[in-house]
Antibody, heavy 114, light 109 residues
Framework: EVQLVESGGGLVKPGGSLRLSCAAS????????MTWVRQAPGKGLEWVGR??????????DFAAPVRGRFTISRHDSSNTLFLQMDSLITEDTGVYYC?????WGQGTLVTVSS | QAVVTQEPSLTVSPGGTVTLTCGSS?????????PSWFQQKPGQAPRSLVY???NKYSWTPARFSGSLLGGKAALTLSGAQPEDEADYYC?????????FGGGTTLTVL
């Protein structure tokens, strides 16, 4: 059974950094296309970024609002996906979901506020 | 970046049929945009429903179907059930990334 568990959310000041984790089970993260999606309070879903599988080159793409500030990485031995978020702004506030193998995690809340 | 548009809200009667659509500011949505559909109920994480225009998952109820209609991606619900009341989002490819539509709130009433 595929399971994704996000962690690392919290309150951070504008300009700060945060690293989100997504622990996967039931499949191998490096063999899957993994995506981060966020949802601002009361708003719709927003595609944040994606890393392709190793066999597909491991290419990473980001949405324009986060490009240059966010990075995605994987830790193969722990089967975990990461989202490093730097230079955070208030508009980055929301629930961040990890998506892989067509399954969604439960999300982790990031609040950017002074 | 493309702007992807969906009906903000739709209402369907129990047992009725409704079609949700997904259009793009860059032109017609085609199978090459790999349209996907997701369902989100209040307080829950989204759930994947349809991928690659019209492919369902093992957990997707048979009453949902995806298609292309008049230059848009479409999600048709035939025989609506009360538990289908939710927000529905489409997702399409755009350059190297993907873009969600604004979502449709479906009411079963």
């Amino acid at each position: 059974e595929v399971q994704l568990v996000e962690s690392g959310g919290g309150l951070v000041k504008p300009g700060g950094s945060l690293r989100l984790s997504c622990a996967a089970s039931g499949f191998t993260v490096s063999n899957a296309w993994m995506t981060w999606v966020r949802q601002a309070p009361g708003k719709g879903l927003e595609w944040v970024g994606r890393i392709k599988s190793n066999t597909d080159g491991g290419t990473i793409d980001f949405a324009a609002p986060v490009r240059g500030r966010f990075t995605i990485s994987r830790h193969d031995s722990s089967n975990t996906l990461f989202l490093q978020m730097d230079s955070l702004i208030t508009e980055d506030t929301g629930v961040y979901y990890c998506v892989g193998k067509d399954s969604w995690g439960q999300g982790t809340l990031v609040t950017v506020s002074s | 970046q493309a702007v992807v548009t969906q009906e903000p809200s739709l209402t369907v009667s129990p047992g009725g049929t409704v079609t949700l659509t997904c259009g793009s500011s860059t032109g017609a949505v085609t199978s090459g945009h790999y349209p996907s559909w997701f369902q989100q109920k209040p307080g829950q994480a989204p759930r994947s429903l349809v991928y690659g225009t019209n492919n369902k998952y093992s957990w997707t109820p048979a009453r949902f179907s995806g298609s292309l209609l008049g230059g848009k991606a479409a999600l048709t619900l035939s025989g609506a059930q009360p538990e289908d009341e939710a927000d529905y989002y489409c997702l399409v490819s755009d350059g190297g990334g993907r873009v969600f539509g604004g979502g449709t709130t479906l009411t079963v009433l």
